[in-house]
């Protein structure tokens, strides 16, 4: 079965420092990723995915994130956060069947 | 391009009662997928609809069913409703499938919240 593990619930960092949320998934075949962020009170948008090809991938936001299969990873950094990137990140696997599955989420608070 | 909607935004509802929350897909997609967002229970998988057709559930309860019109809208139906029922549901939407299977990106509405009381 597939699974998603986001083993960060909370990360803080300053307005201007750079960003890294991780992500590790399971998954019997070569994996589709996504990264979704979600503002309060509001639906998932997707900054990214992968399908195949470059391992870096470059989102919306100034996003981008890495494929590793060797790690089963898929983490999302960005250079230099900024206060509107607050938010709740979600990373998943999908969706043999319709059915994605989601990590747990990321929320991330920006100091300023 | 209209993106995703869900009505209604908000639906406070009594232990027992049914609800009914409905979903308009992006237009030329046929699929649609309902989640479940309860505080502290992440995402869960409820239904997956395409071309009229359900084409898988989670492991939810038969009081959670729906249906998926010609026009490829969607209702959710929550039957005898609990109180951790309450919860953001998600509707999203993808293009059309391949032999039931769907990889395809999916696009989100903005929620339905229902709260039971």
């Known amino acids: 079965a597939q699974s998603v593990t986001q083993p960060d619930i909370h990360i803080t960092v300053s307005e201007g420092a750079s960003l890294e949320l991780r992500c590790n998934y399971s998954y019997g075949a070569t994996p589709y990723l996504f990264w979704y962020v979600q503002s309060p009170g509001q639906g998932l948008q997707l900054l990214l995915k992968y399908f195949s090809g470059d391992t870096l991938v470059q989102g919306i936001k100034g996003f981008e994130a890495e494929f590793k299969r060797s790690q089963s990873s898929f983490n999302l950094r960005k250079p230099s956060v900024h206060w509107s990137d607050a938010a709740e990140y979600f990373c998943a696997v999908g969706a043999w069947a319709g059915k994605s599955t989601f990590g747990d989420g990321t929320t991330l608070t920006v100091k300023p | 391009e209209a993106g995703v909607t869900q009505s209604p935004t908000h639906l406070i509802k009594t232990r027992g009662q049914q609800a009914t929350l409905r979903c308009s897909p992006i237009?030329?997609?046929?699929?649609v997928y309902w989640y479940q967002q309860a505080l502290g229970l992440g995402l869960q998988f409820l239904l997956w609809?395409?071309?009229?057709?359900?084409?898988n559930r989670g492991n939810f309860p038969p009081r959670f069913s729906g249906r998926q019109f010609p026009n490829y809208s969607s209702e959710l139906n929550v039957n005898a409703l609990e109180l951790e029922d309450s919860a953001l549901y998600l509707c999203?939407?993808?293009?059309?499938?391949?032999?039931?299977?769907?990889?395809?990106?999916?696009?989100f509405g903005p929620g339905t919240r229902l709260t039971v009381l």
């Open positions: 999203a939407s993808s293009w059309s499938t391949t032999r039931g299977i769907s990889y395809n990106e999916q696009f």
């Open positions: 609809y395409d071309e009229g057709e359900e084409r």
């Open positions: 237009s030329g997609h046929t699929s």
